[in-house]
């Protein structure tokens, strides 16, 4: 494919992203001067029925988000479509989404969390009252900026009230944090998004979801069995006022959650009181502290890594993502024990193609003492300890991917297992669809083939 020069009105500057469906680019705005980020899809990566469903909920991104107007969601510019894409014209926001954070293993103060969540839930309320429910609400969609700033992004399977894009019956969102009714293929409202806040603030108080396990079961308690106290959790950090909070927010029944965004928060609010807090400080006084606090890793590094060789790999990788560099090692190399593969997936994590390169290439030579020439795989010799493709676990691999991505996960699975050597490529490579670290662990610990 030819290097993308040019979208619409604007230059492109580089990649900065990458999925399974498109490209994210760095643009430049030569008109108002300024930088933008350009989300792309292509239409020939799927048949074109498919590729009709996709656009459409490309382009309702676009119309959900650009009826928006508030400091604490991500701006939409721009629509476009050409032969080949489409592409959105967004606010470039230079921060890491607070799944980062999480993944750190960092424990957020009360008046952090109280922080984050008036400003999630801030941006929700004035979403809802313009009539747009994000949908999948989860750390990954929540940006925390390097001045300490909150953005909400990505409402790609947002409901536009009296929209007929998203019907009943279609399962769309993130496993963990996804709403009973949303399980149930029924028709969702805010009170979905209430839900799904719910377990973001369940997981930053105690630093655990409510519900979790496989993809198979996790649905089947999130709709029918209870979630434990987070003070029984976090006993010091988590005063009891926040259990009935959160209990009533993680409600099996739509009926029986908080009404809206603004009257979750104004509990959180009587409840941060009520055990001492004078009044919730605002983000600019907390977030940067979260933002720029770093801890000492003190942990064995996974099983079939030396820690000298993930330290320098730590090293080479953070000119390019900063102090993310070592739980980015540290998650990737619980992935794979080969030194090729884990130098890919960490050059997935830099943002420009360019850095990226730069990166894979030194660390080879330097780590492994591998010309990049060399690292391609040897597809002649498969792993004879790893089992055959049974065509019965294309569909079941299908099944398990789609959470994660939707009804693209069989092309998906059908274009994997035509370039997969054994069972263990096959899953390795559907995992490289998920663009987030977390989930593509997630995933393969749930299909056999991770820690």
């Given amino acids: 494919m030819a290097v993308l020069k040019q979208l619409g009105k604007y230059k492109v500057v580089e990649v900065i992203g990458k999925g399974a469906m498109g490209v994210v680019y760095k643009g430049y705005d030569p008109v108002l001067e300024r930088h933008v980020a350009l989300k792309t899809v292509r239409k020939e990566l799927v048949d074109e029925n498919l590729a009709t469903q996709i656009i459409a909920r490309f382009k309702n991104e676009a119309l959900a988000s650009g009826r928006l107007n508030h400091p604490a969601i991500v701006g939409i510019y721009d629509y476009g479509e050409n032969k080949q894409l489409a592409y959105i014209a967004m606010e470039y926001v230079q921060g890491r989404g607070l799944r980062d954070f999480l993944a750190r293993q960092e ?9 984050i969540m008036s400003r999630l839930l801030d941006a929700l309320d004035y979403a809802h009252e313009h009539g747009v429910v994000h949908r999948d609400i989860k750390p990954q969609n929540i940006i925390m900026t390097p001045d300490g700033r909150l953005k909400l992004a990505d409402f790609g399977i947002a409901r536009i009230d009296r929209s007929n894009l998203t019907q009943v019956g279609s399962i769309m969102g993130t496993p963990a944090y ?3 009714e949303q399980y149930a293929g029924q028709q969702v409202d805010r009170r ?5 806040c719910g377990v973001v603030l369940y997981e930053l108080l105690t630093g655990v979801k409510p519900f979790e396990g496989p993809t198979e079961t996790v649905g089947y308690k999130i709709c029918h069995e209870p979630h434990r106290h987070p003070s029984e959790i976090n006993p010091q950090g988590v005063p009891e006022v ?19 965004a603004r009257e979750f928060a104004q509990a959180l609010a ?14 600019a006084t907390i977030l940067p502290t979260i933002i720029h606090q770093d801890r000492p890793d003190t942990t064995s590094p996974p099983p079939g890594w ?42 997935e994590s830099i943002r420009s ?45 299908a099944g398990r991917l789609a959470p994660y991505v939707g009804p693209i996960a069989k092309v998906m699975a059908k274009k994997a297992v035509a370039q997969a050597r054994d069972l263990k490529a096959f ?17 393969l610990k749930n299909s056999g083939y991770g820690e």
Wanted: no cysteine; charged share 30%; hydrophobic share 40%.
């Fill in 306 to 347: 030396k820690a000298g060789r993930l330290r320098a790999l730590e090293e080479l990788l953070a000119p390019y993502v900063g102090p993310m560099a070592r739980v980015l090692v540290k998650r990737s190399a619980k992935i794979t024990t080969d030194g090729p593969t884990l130098v890919r997936l960490l050059a």
């Fill in 427 to 443: 899953y390795q490579q559907l995992a490289e669809n998920l663009a987030d670290p977390e989930e593509r662990a997630e995933f």
């Fill in 178 to 180: 996804m709403s009973p």
């Fill in 270 to 283: 009587k409840g941060f009181e009520t055990r001492g807090g004078v009044s919730i400080p605002s983000e």
């Fill in 242 to 260: 926040f259990d009935a909070i959160l209990t009533k927010a993680l409600a099996k029944k739509p009926e029986d959650r908080y009404a809206s």
């Fill in 192 to 196: 979905s998004d209430i839900f799904s």
């Fill in 353 to 397: 193609e360019r850095d990226a390169k730069a990166f894979a290439a030194t660390a080879l030579e330097k780590v492994f003492a591998i010309a990049q020439s060399e690292a391609a795989p040897d597809q002649s010799s498969p792993d004879p300890s790893n089992r055959p493709i049974d065509p019965g676990e294309v569909d079941k691999a």
């Fill in 107 to 115: 424990r957020f103060g009360l008046q952090e969390v109280m922080t």
